[in-house]
T-cell receptor, first 116, second 117 residues
Framework: GAVVSQHPSRVICKSGTSVKIECRSL??????MFWYRQFPKQSLMLMAT?????????EQGVEKDKFLINHASLTLSTLTVTSAHPEDSSFYIC????????????FGPGTRLTVL | AQTVTQSQPEMSVQEAETVTLSCTYD???????LFWYKQPPSRQMILVIR??????QNATENRFSVNFQKAAKSFSLKISDSQLGDAAMYFC??????????????FGKGITLSVRP
């Protein structure tokens, strides 16, 4: 149980275009999902906390107009990178809180974004 | 704010031997969760083991066990009978009980473990 999927696994786009990444909980309902960004050989950096039916909470320094997060259902959260630029190239990972107290996070397989 | 420190960036172990990965943390809270996650080359984050701070007994999962020293704020991971598939980056993480489902994970910088055949 506790499987989280992400789509796409890899995406290459041109500078100035927008890219949407989907995060789904496959066998459970997730009221809370998290979005992270990770650079090679580094730790995960939390970007935002996504709650079903409400606005996401962004971490300090993360541009909310640049990284649009929507959590429209209990099994789906999306991250849209708007007007992407090469510096947005990174590995993006989502996770969902699971368990009676939602105390454990399970992670999706990640999405590698390359902006040309 | 809580902090998690993994001071060793890299470690190496011979296949079939035992290795211990260190982690210390700082918090003023009395109850919380601690986790070890593994990130192999595929970059999929995999939960290795979890410990509730109120439990004195150290968590174990097959070849993986922890040495949880609450007073010292130390949470090390022991991998027994190391296998080639254990080669990965390992992250120690802290989670407060405050905030419920919205509570964030605080990660250490990670340690890269290599396994020598």
């Amino acid at each position: 149980g506790a499987v989280v999927s992400q789509h796409p696994s890899r995406v290459i786009c041109k500078s100035g275009t927008s890219v949407k990444i989907e995060c789904r909980s496959l066998d459970f309902q997730a009221t809370t999902m998290f979005w992270y960004r990770q650079f090679p050989k580094q730790s995960l950096m939390l970007m935002a906390t996504s709650n079903e039916g409400s606005k996401a909470t962004y971490e300090q320094g993360v541009e909310k107009d640049k990284f649009l997060i929507n959590h429209a259902s209990l099994t789906l959260s999306t991250l849209t990178v708007t007007s992407a630029h090469p510096e947005d190239s990174s590995f993006y990972i989502c996770s969902a809180s699971v368990g009676p107290a939602a105390d454990t996070q399970y992670f999706g397989p990640g999405t590698r974004l390359t902006v040309l | 704010a809580q902090t998690v420190t993994q001071s060793q960036p890299e470690m190496s172990v011979q296949e079939a031997e035992t290795v211990t990965l260190s982690c210390t943390y700082d918090t003023s809270e009395s109850d919380y969760y601690l986790f070890w996650y593994k990130q192999p080359p595929s970059r999929q984050m995999i939960l290795v083991i979890r410990q509730e701070a109120y439990k004195q007994q150290n968590a174990t999962e097959n070849r993986f066990s922890v040495n949880f020293q609450k007073a010292a704020k130390s949470f090390s991971l022991k991998i027994s009978d190391s296998q080639l598939g254990d080669a990965a980056m390992y992250f120690c993480a802290y989670r407060s009980l405050l905030g419920g489902a919205n509570s964030k994970l605080t990660f250490g910088k990670g340690i890269t473990l290599s396994v020598r055949p």
